[in-house]
C-alpha cells in the first residue's frame, strides 16, 4: 500500500522538543521533494518546511526558522521534524507530504509549497500547553 505514515506528535510544554517521523511505504523517497505542513484549528493548512530530493534546496516558514529542522533518510525511507521551543501557537494538525519535482519558497506570499504533491501523511497531533 502507498502511503505515508506520521507519528511522535503529542502535548508538550512551551519551551519542550518533539520529533516528528514520517515513513513512506510502497514507494522510494530518495527521487521526491519532502515537506511538513500544519493546520491549527480555524486556519488553512501551510506549509512550514520543505526540502528537495537531494537536501540542496531547503525552506523554512519564518516563524519556525531556526527552531525547527526537516530532515531524511533515504535508506530508511523515512522524513523528520525536530521541533524545539515549542511554543503554543505550534499547536496543529501536522503533515507530512512527498511529491515529484521539489519544493519552493513564495517570496510574494512568503510560503512553502511543493511543486507537486503525490502523497499526503494522515496527520498527527501536537499540543503545546503547560
Known amino acids: 500500500q502507498v502511503q505515508l505514515v506520521e507519528s511522535g506528535g503529542g502535548l508538550v510544554q512551551p519551551g519542550g522538543s518533539l520529533r516528528l517521523s514520517c515513513v513512506a511505504s510502497?514507494?522510494?523517497?530518495?527521487?521526491?521533494?519532502i515537506g511538513w505542513f500544519r493546520q491549527a484549528p480555524g486556519k488553512e493548512r501551510e506549509g512550514i518546511s520543505c526540502?528537495?530530493?537531494?537536501?540542496?534546496?531547503?525552506y523554512y516558514e519564518d516563524s519556525v526558522k531556526g527552531r525547527f529542522t526537516v530532515s531524511r533518510d533515504n535508506a530508511k525511507n523515512m522524513m523528520y521534524l525536530q521541533m524545539s521551543s515549542l511554543k503554543p501557537e505550534d499547536t496543529a494538525v501536522y503533515y507530512c507530504?512527498?511529491?515529484?519535482?521539489?519544493?519552493?519558497?513564495?517570496?510574494?506570499?512568503?510560503?512553502?509549497?511543493?511543486?507537486?504533491?503525490?502523497?499526503w501523511g494522515q496527520g498527527t497531533q501536537v499540543t503545546v500547553a503547560s
Open positions: 507530504a512527498a511529491g515529484r519535482g521539489g519544493c519552493y519558497y513564495n517570496d510574494l506570499e512568503r510560503t512553502i509549497s511543493l511543486f507537486q504533491t503525490d502523497y
Open positions: 510502497g514507494f522510494s523517497l530518495d527521487y521526491y521533494g
Open positions: 526540502t528537495s530530493s537531494t537536501e540542496r534546496v531547503t
